[in-house]
Structure formats: structure tokens, C-alpha cells
């Protein structure tokens, strides 16, 4: 099958004048000269190498591929309108630390879902990932601990993450070395807490399983606060030494924040 190349710049004028079926009231829309509005439909004619719209001194009919090109036109017109000022559900996609969704996000869900009908999808993944993401765009918004400022993407800063040292039984934190360490990985705060390393230490990235260790008496770990609010049977300690760590929200840069990705942010700040 041939292909054809279709002259874009010439579709204004094409479904100006099918409009009217009338050359001088589509010039008279468009602000040019008639002469410039039938110039500009001949060569789109000649893009496609196809008759659009028969001509005569009284009367404009559209052929019929000229017929068929407008109905597409007017398709695709609408869909633009729906794409730009429609009120269609959209969708956000979230990138986030798994601790962060486990606690503090789940309510922001909740108070989120009963305000919009708009499709979230929230992905757990590194920090190294979250970023990347981001500035491929494969996320809208993520929550990490690092302020990104870049020429694509910056943060917002939220709150202040208070990290502890929980284990089942009452123990010193100075002898944390003695007991076995349960970690989220190589970068886990307890390698940064402790000069002395344990010699036994359970890696595990999900910081439930975490949790759930802890609560058993396997071993201790360092952990963000919020993740055991509620929780009446861990002790906990303050761990010296560890840089004060923030949450940030972090979006791309965006001339005008979109209203579906506004709403959530909204949603965040007023808590």
C-alpha cells in the first residue's frame, strides 16, 4: 500500500471551509485571504495526492475521503478537548519506600479515596529507582528521604523521621552488637548506628517481615517511629549518631502542577 504524507499544517484551513462548505466565510474565521485559505487546501491535496473538496463559483461539497478525513478530524479534536479540559478519572502513579507506605501513606489512601475518583497506583522501590522513575516519568509524585533538586524535579520537605532501636526484650543499646541485627539492606541505619557490627545479621527488604522478627526475639533493629506507633509490646531506645532524616514529596516541574496530581498533594500538605 502506498504511502502518503500528509501535510498537517493545512488541516486548519481544510476543516475551517468544511465547516462552512463557503471559502471567504472560512478566511473570515481564520483571518487570511480567501486566495491563502484555497492556496493552502490544494496543497494539502497535493500531500495526499487525493480531491478533498469539489470547488465551483456557487457551491464547496467535500468529496468523499474529504468527508471521511473530516469525521477523523473532529474525533480526534474532541479527544484533544476531553485530554486537556475533560473531567475524565485519570490516573497517579506513586513511587514509594516500602516503610513509608506501610504506616503514613495507607491513611493518606484512605482520606484520598473518599474525595476523588481518580485511579492511584503506588509502586514500592528503591531510592536509587524512585529517582530514576521520576525523572523518566513512569511516576507523578514519589516520597523518599532525599530533596531532589534538579532541572526536571524538586522536593517538598514534610516531615522529620525519627529513627529508634526496638527489640522484644529489654536490652542496652550499647550492647546491640550482641544480638543479631535484622536489616532492610546494605544501607540499613544500623550499620551507621553501631561501630561494632554483630555477627549475625538477617537481611530482609520488606520492612514488615522486619516487624514481625523483632516481635518474635530474633534480634534488634533500627527502625523510623511511626512504623511502631501503636505498638505496646517492643521496646525502644534513641539511637545517637544518625543524621536527622527527612520525608520528601517529590514531583516533576511542572509549569502548573495538574489538578488530579494537585489534589493529592493538597491532601498531604494538610495534614
Not at 46 to 71: F, H, P, W, Y
Not at 88 to 113: A, C, Y
Not at 143 to 149: A, H, P, S, Y
Not at 153 to 159: E, V
Request: proline share 1%.
Amino acid at each position: 500500500m502506498k504511502e502518503i504524507s500528509l501535510d498537517y499544517r493545512y488541516l486548519k484551513a481544510f476543516m475551517t471551509t468544511a465547516k462552512y462548505l463557503n471559502f471567504s466565510k472560512a478566511a473570515e474565521e481564520l483571518n487570511i485571504a480567501q486566495s491563502a485559505v484555497s492556496r493552502q487546501i490544494k496543497l494539502l491535496e497535493e500531500s495526499v495526492n487525493d480531491q478533498l473538496i469539489i470547488r465551483s463559483s456557487k457551491k464547496v461539497l467535500l468529496t468523499e475521503k474529504g468527508e471521511a478525513l473530516l469525521a477523523q478530524l473532529e474525533q480526534l479534536e474532541e479527544s484533544v478537548q476531553e485530554i486537556f479540559f475533560g473531567h475524565m478519572n485519570k490516573t497517579i502513579k506513586v513511587g514509594i519506600l516500602h516503610g513509608l507506605l506501610e504506616t503514613w501513606f495507607n491513611e493518606i489512601m484512605v482520606d484520598f479515596s473518599k474525595i476523588s475518583q481518580h485511579q492511584l497506583i503506588v509502586e514500592v522501590n528503591t531510592l536509587d529507582q524512585l529517582k530514576e522513575k521520576l525523572h523518566n516519568r513512569k511516576y507523578d509524585l514519589i516520597f523518599t528521604t532525599e530533596n531532589i533538586q534538579s532541572e526536571l524535579a524538586s522536593s517538598l520537605k514534610l516531615f522529620e523521621e525519627h529513627l529508634v532501636l526496638i527489640s522484644k526484650a529489654d536490652i542496652n543499646p550499647k550492647d546491640a552488637s550482641q544480638f543479631t541485627w535484622i536489616c532492610y539492606s546494605d544501607e540499613d541505619p544500623m550499620f551507621h548506628a553501631f561501630k561494632k557490627r554483630s555477627n549475625k545479621i538477617i537481611m530482609v527488604n520488606s520492612v514488615t517481615a522486619m516487624l514481625n522478627l523483632v516481635r518474635k526475639g530474633v534480634g534488634v533493629a533500627v527502625v523510623p517511629d511511626h512504623l511502631i506507633a501503636d505498638e505496646k509490646n517492643l521496646k525502644r531506645y534513641e539511637v545517637k549518631g544518625l543524621a536527622r532524616q527527612h520525608i520528601h514529596l517529590s514531583t516533576l516541574n511542572f509549569k502548573t502542577i495538574p489538578e488530579h496530581i494537585k489534589l493529592i498533594i493538597d491532601l498531604i500538605k494538610k495534614r
